[in-house]
């Protein structure tokens, strides 16, 4: 029985309501969470710093973001998202604007740390949107709330402008107060969610750390967060990465780099959505297999060397590949819910984790090829691989659940 089928009737507008204000705060956190994609170049420019450093640099926020997320998604267990949800927005607002005040490297990279806060938010946001729906929409309702993702691109979209007129300055002091303000409209228009006004109401006691962390035995938590640390990390990755990508490969400006790489964060969020409903549909492991092997076959292409591919060709194949990326994000957290209902806080958030880390560990994985080898398109190469493994994992694992006669939730098959 699912938690909304044990409390008391909601109004008909509350579950709707709880979703999309939470899907307009998570895209707000992540421009913010992304900020560097764009403020990053100009700061490359003004401190001289090498490959390595500007993926540090843009990779930080991602590194905050991701390891906060699972210790976030506890705490929305315990204490209610409402409340978590608008403490992490005020403090990772408090944070951008400090960071308008940096002025050496290491202290932008101290701010960056705070600023990536708001990629924690996505833990916050699963575990609080999930219990207002059945199983068997949650995979649409968090496909939605997903498609947050999008604020990568009102970033590449916006930023370079407020960049050209007031500096990079401005745009870490506008994205901090539009992000403050955003922490208060939610607080005063939400409700808690279902699951914590069950718990309070029955006055159930927390679980242990222990029982939060128990589900984390299986290794199929494991297998789910490499599916996300390509699916989501490297998304994260080719949106902190591309204005750059662009800039160096095919000598645009970062104007039209960074609308490009906006591009490519739109589709690459929104249909995050699309891949909701295809996963309530046609099955989460149906849309993971399509991911997987057509990404692929993308990143294969584009591992070829950047002078052979045209802009052209380039831009195509990256928005397929980011399209798909999309499915495969909400189809991975449709699995949560259905193999773990009473542990969607801690799985949702190691599984966001891994993927938090994976647009961490990427920009500067990709940062250190390119200064190793000379080849840019020695990042699509590491991702290729990352993929192939994803995908050979799943397939064996399919396999072994056939043949030991398991079957999985139907929500997930």
């Known amino acids: ?236 990755a080719l949106s902190l990465w591309l204005p750059r990508y662009l800039v160096g490969v095919y000598g645009f400006n970062l104007e039209t780099a960074g609308m490009i790489a906006a591009a490519y964060s739109i589709p690459g969020s929104i249909f995050r959505a699309f891949g909701g409903v295809l996963s309530d549909k046609k099955g989460a492991r149906s849309v993971m297999y399509a991911m997987l092997a057509v990404s692929a076959v993308a990143t294969l292409i584009l591992s070829l060397p950047a002078t052979t591919i045209t802009p052209v060709i380039f831009i195509i194949v990256i928005f397929v590949l980011g399209f798909f990326m999309s499915l495969g994000k909400a189809a991975v957290f449709k699995h949560i819910p259905a193999y773990y209902p009473e542990s969607v806080g801690a799985v949702g958030g190691i599984v966001g984790m891994m993927g938090g880390l994976g647009g961490f560990i990427l920009p500067i994985a990709f940062g250190f090829l390119k200064d190793m080898t000379g080849l840019w398109s020695s990042c699509f190469l590491l991702l290729f691989a990352v993929v192939a493994i994803s995908l050979v994992w799943m397939h064996l694992s399919v396999k072994q659940l056939s043949r030991q006669g398991h079957s999985a939730p139907v929500a997930a098959t």
């Open 1 to 236: 029985m699912s938690v909304i089928e044990k409390v008391q009737p909601m109004s008909d507008g509350e579950p709707a309501k709880a979703l999309w204000i939470s899907t307009v705060a998570f895209t707000l956190c992540f421009a913010v969470w992304t900020i560097f994609a764009i403020i990053g170049i100009r700061i490359k420019q003004d401190l001289g710093l090498n490959e390595a450093e500007f993926g540090l640099l843009v990779g930080t926020p991602v590194l905050t973001g991701s390891l906060v997320r699972i210790v976030l998604g506890i705490w929305t267990g315990r204490y209610g998202g409402r409340l978590v949800y608008t403490l992490t927005m005020l403090a990772a607002a408090l944070a951008t604007f400090l960071l308008s005040y940096a002025q050496t490297y290491t202290q932008m990279l101290i701010a960056g740390l705070g600023v990536g806060l708001a990629g924690g938010s996505f833990a916050v946001g699963v575990a609080y949107v999930s219990p207002f729906f059945p199983a068997e929409k949650q995979g649409t309702a968090l496909g939605i709330f997903g498609a947050g993702n999008v604020g990568a691109a009102v970033t590449k979209f916006a930023a370079p402008f407020v960049l050209l007129a007031w500096g990079w300055q401005a745009v870490a002091e506008i994205w901090a107060v539009c992000l403050a303000l955003m922490a208060i409209i939610f607080w005063f228009t939400t409700t808690d969610d279902p699951a914590f006004r069950l718990r309070r109401e029955r006055s159930v006691a927390s679980k242990s750390f222990a029982e939060e962390f128990a589900p984390l035995q299986n290794v199929q938590v494991w297998r789910f967060s490499l599916y996300y640390f390509f699916a989501f990390g490297g998304f994260v």
